[in-house]
């Protein structure tokens, strides 16, 4: 994607926080604090829990704003005990939060298993956020560039180009989430132009 026509794209992922009430409540809120300033906003999406979602669509539905979630399973069919790609289309939601490192590191999901939920989010018509990051262990090891080498490339392989142009690929360094640790906004931006790069080949 050229610079001229990449977006700013700010995302909220809620997690585990915030009843349906409360929800609605702090989307209405968001909402109303850009209401005036609707043509300079950046791609906004809120990801609430999915007990939530329904309730954020509604509340964002007359805003330039989008929903997703990040807890899904890729069977369209009631398989098994989890969320299904038709369900959360059918409440409203456009984006998916895929890799989240949270899924990565304690539910098991691979660079495989990224593949293949990035394949049935196409599928259903679900806009992909994809998250790649290393860990403070591959980071002290000089492997950063690397990893996410190897999570880009898992996670794009067999994607038609065309289906690659408007996802959004997330850098979300293990080390500094909830640790107390950030990355300085020039290393950030190092990464950023380096996954470009690797997209840009593939």
Not at 133 to 139: I, K, Q
Request: proline content about 5%; glycine content about 4%; overall charge neutral.
């Amino acid at each position: 994607m050229s610079e001229q026509t990449r977006k700013d794209h700010y995302r909220g992922n809620w997690k585990m926080h915030k009843t349906r009430h409360k929800a609605r409540e702090l989307a209405e809120a968001v909402v109303a604090a850009v209401k005036h300033d609707h043509k300079n906003l950046p791609e906004i999406v809120l990801c609430p829990p999915f007990t939530a979602l329904y309730d954020v669509v509604q509340a964002v539905h007359t805003a330039p704003f989008q929903s997703g979630h990040r807890t899904w399973n890729i069977a369209p069919v009631d398989v098994y005990s989890e969320i299904s790609p038709t369900m959360l289309t059918d409440v409203g939601a456009t984006y998916v939060i895929i890799g989240h490192s949270e899924r990565r590191q304690y539910y098991n999901e691979t660079d495989k298993t990224v593949n293949l939920k990035l394949k049935a989010a196409l599928e259903h018509r679900l806009l992909p956020i994809v998250c790649v990051g290393e860990s403070l262990d591959e980071r002290e090891k000089n492997e950063t560039d690397e990893v996410l080498r190897r999570q880009v490339e898992a996670a794009l392989a067999d994607i038609p180009e065309s289906d690659i142009k408007p996802l959004v690929v997330a850098y979300e360094p293990i080390w500094a989430i909830g640790t107390g640790k950030s990355c300085e906004s020039v290393e950030a931006n190092r990464v950023a132009k380096f996954i470009r790069s690797v997209i840009s080949i593939l």
